[in-house]
């Protein structure tokens, strides 16, 4: 994100003719989420069905799954997500809640599960296994489930113009080294992690519904006033939408990747479409090839920024004018960088969020080096990066980058620590490994970990395999 500136055997039936639509996935090993979801416009309400079909890639055998019902965040106005600051931004029309009831879960579409919802705001599932799964084993639940969407203009909820709809289903916590990561719905960052998986979704919403979304349309029909959406969306970190009966939709090509641009003004919604695709061309040439088919920039009711997914991004519509020419540049190139780093290069957005935000930042001064020349990208990171981190570290102690969300104190020490000291790790390393190497480390990086889920300690292991050199001293003086 950028933003400091601004049930049952019919149930088994549909799920599997679902599954048939789509088949096959490109990647066999991955946990595949089939949905069948519709949305209710009036009552801003998504009810349907999600099948998961998990897989155990893991060494340990497990006898329960978790799983994050990241809406209940939404659900009681003490609790919700957003600093006191930012209440009155996030709910401009008063608060309502937001929520997901779980009506049933059913293995195989048969066999009721044993499950309990829990966690700080009933944000965690645990459904208890039938049998131990061991590594390499699967299993496939059905969730019948219900999403209440709040009046809220940030990643979950809706405004005047667009419905944001993102981390709105139950979806399966990372299990790793550490065991499962059941963290809360933080309101500082971006408090997501995720495995890559595999997504079939069958949408239904009213006819008049435009959809921006993560993946591709494979089919789309109309019945009566409804509308009925195919989506296949492969290797994947998440799932997310935007709709709006309004969006203007225009597109164009680089490299075989559509880009879309959705928005309402045709001035500034061309301006974006040419913004993304300059992004796309330069991270493409100077990271490694976009995997996807297709990536859009869509113009939201989001008053922070912008905001990440796979495939997409929200952008706030407020930068959608004359006086915001540049900042809607440079939230797009941002986010646009997002897609490498967090959606193809995964990592823990709770425990480590500079990895990801500094590495996108710093990839973003680059876009401005690549189309305005080293004295402007220069002047930019003085400015915005390096100058405010320096204003920051003359009131402030903790300069510590690597703790958890739940340990940062607001956004300024969030956005000094993560976005501005962490773009400054980059940039020092580029000085002192030169930019052949830079350029290297960045390939190798994408190289390695494209669908995984990498940790610092990985990015250095890649800098040293790179440069020959031990560089432990380098970041752990930066880090620490």
Known sequence: MRGKKFILIATAVIITALAVYFAPFGKTNLTTYIMDVKYDDTNKVISGLETVDFINTDDTVLNQLYLHLYPNAFKEKDKIPFTKEEVELAYPYGFKPGYIDIKNITFEGKKMASYKIEGESQQILRIQLPEKLSKGNRIKFTIDFKVQLPPATGRFGYGEKTVQVANWYPILSVYDKKGWNNDP??????????????????????????????????????????????????????????????????????????????????EYGTKALKFAKDAVKF???????????????????????????????????????????????????????????????GNNEVKEAWLDEGLTEYTTIMYIERYYGKAAAESLYNYIISGEFNKYIKVNKDESMIKTLGQFKGWNEYTNIVYNKGAMVFHQLRGLIGEKKFKEVMNKYYDEYKYKNATTEDFIDVVDSVTGKDTGGFFQEWLN
């Open 185 to 266: 719905y933080y309101a500082l960052g971006d408090p997501f992690y995720s495995d890559v998986s595999n997504y079939n979704v069958k949408l239904t919403v009213p006819r008049n519904m435009v959809v921006a979304s993560t993946g591709m349309v494979k089919d789309e029909k109309i019945y009566n006033n409804q509308k009925t959406i195919m989506i296949n969306a492969e290797n994947v970190r998440d799932f997310a939408m935007v709709m709006s009966p309004d969006f203007k939709v225009a597109e164009t090509d680089i490299d075989g990747i559509k880009v879309k641009s959705y928005y309402f003004n045709d």
């Open 283 to 345: 991270y493409n040439e100077f990271i490694g090839k976009y995997p996807y088919k297709q990536y859009s920039v869509v113009q939201s009711d989001f008053y922070l920024g912008g905001m990440e997914y796979p495939n997409l991004v929200m952008i706030s519509k407020s930068l959608y004018t004359k006086n915001n020419i540049f900042n809607l540049e440079y939230v797009i190139a941002h986010e646009t960088a997002h897609q490498w780093w967090y959606g193809i290069v």
